[in-house]
């Protein structure tokens, strides 16, 4: 079964959202403060994470960075804050998608679904465990990606972006692929997010992430992988 963990401080949220995720078939896990609700997570290990912003003890920005230092699981941040820089802001700290207050049940399990569906089926599938290139390698099976050695950890959907423009090195990958392939065809979030996602992969994979060598830009396009044949 599904363990979603839920860490909401109001409960006329908390409560009918539990209710509501346990009759769609899922195990819930919930907390009412930041750092229960971050030592749920890290003690647990939840298959999805449902995030408030506005937390008592730690805030929902400062729980998310710190999962993303030890865990990949999916984190859905929800948030009565509505500005375009507080969802960016979300991302950048390691979200994988972001829903405003107020919402329905209905979307809420849709955002999941989708979430869940990317996990299973989001990266490429390959007869080979990595996928092997001059100075960088990704493993598949790991779901790490080792640059010149080092082994470098990567948020959920920034490995699916990488594993896909990856398996199609040399080619350029249109942004509306990206979207169908990475965050699905139901995909009702920040477009933004992508250039999100492409700025993190720069920042851990390249030398300068100012001159990429690796993830070049085609504008108006999309994005494409270079890194000499695949071995």
Known sequence: MITIAVIEDDPLILYPLAEALQEYGYAVLTATDGKSGLALVLARQ??????????????????????????????????????????????????????????????????????????????????????????????????VVIKDGHEIMLRHKAFELLALLAAHAGEVVSRADIFDKVWGTDWIGDTRTLEVHIRWLREQLEDDPSQPQFIQTTRGTGYRFVGGTPS
Not at 76 to 84: F, I, N, P, T, V
Not at 89 to 113: M, N, Q
């Open 46 to 143: 939840p298959d999805v994470v449902i995030l408030d912003i506005l937390l008592p003890e730690m805030d929902g920005w400062e729980v998310c960075k710190t999962i993303r230092r030890t865990r990949v699981v999916p984190i859905l941040m929800l948030s009565s804050l509505s500005e375009e820089v507080d969802r960016i802001l979300g991302l950048e700290l390691g979200a994988d998608d972001y829903l405003t207050k107020p919402f329905s049940t209905r979307e809420l399990i849709a955002h999941i679904k989708a979430m869940l569906r990317r996990i299973e089926f989001g990266a490429p599938k390959t007869r080979r465990n990595c996928l092997e290139f001059d100075r960088i390698c990704i493993d598949l099976n790991r779901r």
